[in-house]
């Protein structure tokens, strides 16, 4: 085999280049039909073709507008409009899940508590609809809510409704996925274990007071559970000091080129775990992490907005936040006591009812009288505010919302309208309010 190597005749010399045109220069024939090219060259063959300038060339681009209207043109031949999206619909706003290519409602509904807990299949269904069609397409669950029942009602109203699949983005987490040693953890075995939708014959509609379904753990499990194929993304619901970081990514990887996932995420990780993620990936040419689950709050805020933004820029991890309202406190039903109905009273949610009744709860609720003028004047509740707050943080992909009725739901939906009245002068106003605007290496410099 012979590699063809140019010498020098074969590469054109700058010079010559520039003194093309110029008669008498240096190498330039300054006659007959090869005028202006190097001296030596043959005037036939395409040697003496004479091409416009680039100006020309981008000159004679169509405009965006002439592409737009060719555009609406073509997809009117197919019975669709650029008009007619479930964006222009709703006024629901998408982002791109980190630096990847999924795009995501600003708002998701999640189902920690609220689903196979504080309330019914009925209710949860009709949570479920009214985001639907308020344009939502996240729907945030894990293997540990409600010990799968979550998952469970989850699934059994998608296939009630008859959604398309492709309509939805469905997530997952995985840790906590049962009593034995091995239904926990990040280990390759817990993170593929159960059986596949193909692998259960016949299908099973589960019944939400299934307390123990087959094959809790696992993916493989969850999808079971769902009645689904494939979860678009699935998230590490916190680190494992036992399993290592190798092993966490290849069955992430393996997940995914399976077809049971798309993307993986992680939750409650550090910044340098998510980090050594990336590395481990990329130096054995695995599937990184795209996002990050992590609480952000008016009361919550350096991870978000300190941490997370620097692991965008350099890797390309999003956020993808929750309890947007602190658990209801920003709610401010905490205000004269905790409420019979509510979150704080239940058993398993003891820590709530001290955080509440301490005294940095009594400050923060100081703190949300005066935050409530700010939302009077801007025509919005409380809790509107608060959402709208968490959605102008740009490096945030999706807020997920937490809700027990339709109205609390529908109230919360209603902070997209907020969203273009949260100017610097107002988010200013917030940060001197709280006294807690956390400061990056940025501020520092500056």
Not at 27 to 53: F, L, N
Not at 211 to 237: H, I, T, W
Not at 279 to 300: D, G
Request: proline content about 5%; charged content about 20%; overall charge positive.
């Amino acid at each position: 085999m012979y590699l063809y190597k140019a010498t020098c005749p074969d590469i054109p010399n700058p010079k010559q280049k520039a003194s093309r045109g110029h008669a008498g220069g240096p190498g330039v024939q300054a006659h007959g039909p090869g005028q202006g090219r190097p001296a030596g060259r043959s005037s036939a063959g395409t040697g003496s073709q004479r091409y416009p300038p680039l100006m020309l060339w981008t000159g004679s681009r169509r405009s965006s507008v002439a592409e737009l209207k060719q555009l609406e043109e073509f997809l009117n031949v197919h019975s669709l409009s650029l008009r007619d999206t479930v964006k222009s619909r709703t006024c629901m706003g998408y982002r791109n899940l980190g630096k990847s290519g999924l795009r995501v409602s600003c708002l998701g509904l999640g189902t920690w508590v609220t689903f196979g807990g504080q309330i019914t299949d009925e209710v949860a269904e009709q949570l479920m609809t009214i985001a639907y069609e308020s344009g939502v397409n996240l729907f945030d669950t894990a293997e540990v809510y409600a010990g799968g029942r979550a998952e469970i009602i989850l699934g059994n109203i998608i296939k009630k409704k008859c959604w398309r699949r492709s309509s939805l983005v469905i997530t997952t987490k995985l840790y906590w996925g049962g009593k034995a040693e091995t239904e926990r953890g990040l280990s390759r075995k817990h993170i593929i274990e159960g059986k596949t939708l193909k692998q259960t014959l016949p299908r099973v509609r589960f019944q939400s007071s299934d307390l123990s379904p087959p094959c809790l753990s696992g993916l493989k499990g969850s999808l079971q559970r769902m009645q689904l194929e494939y979860v678009d993304v699935v998230f590490a619901n916190r680190p494992d000091s036992n399993t290592p970081m190798e092993e966490i990514v290849r069955a992430m990887t393996y997940v995914i080129n399976q077809g049971m996932a798309m993307y993986w995420g992680t939750s409650r990780w550090t910044a340098m775990e998510i980090m050594e993620a990336y590395s481990v990936a990329r130096q054995f040419n695995l599937i990184p992490p795209v996002c990050e689950q992590a609480e952000y709050h008016l009361f919550q805020r350096e991870k978000v907005e300190v941490q997370l933004p620097e692991l965008y820029h350099k890797i390309g991890v999003g956020a993808m936040t929750w309890s947007p309202l602190a658990c209801g406190i920003i709610t401010g039903k905490y205000e004269n006591g905790i409420p019979e109905s509510s979150r704080a009273s239940m058993k398993s949610y003891q820590w709530l009812k001290e955080k509440i009744v301490s005294e940095d709860g009594r400050k923060q609720q100081a703190k949300l009288k005066e935050l409530n003028h700010i939302a009077e004047k801007l025509g919005c509740t409380l809790p509107q505010l608060a959402v709208a707050w968490c959605l102008r943080n740009e490096g945030v992909s999706s807020v997920l919302l937490g809700t027990s009725n339709p109205e609390q739901l529908t109230e919360n939906l209603g902070a997209i309208q907020v969203l273009p009245k949260m100017t610097s002068h107002v988010v200013s106003e917030v940060d001197h309010i709280l006294g807690n605007r956390p400061y990056s290496k940025r501020d520092y410099r500056s």
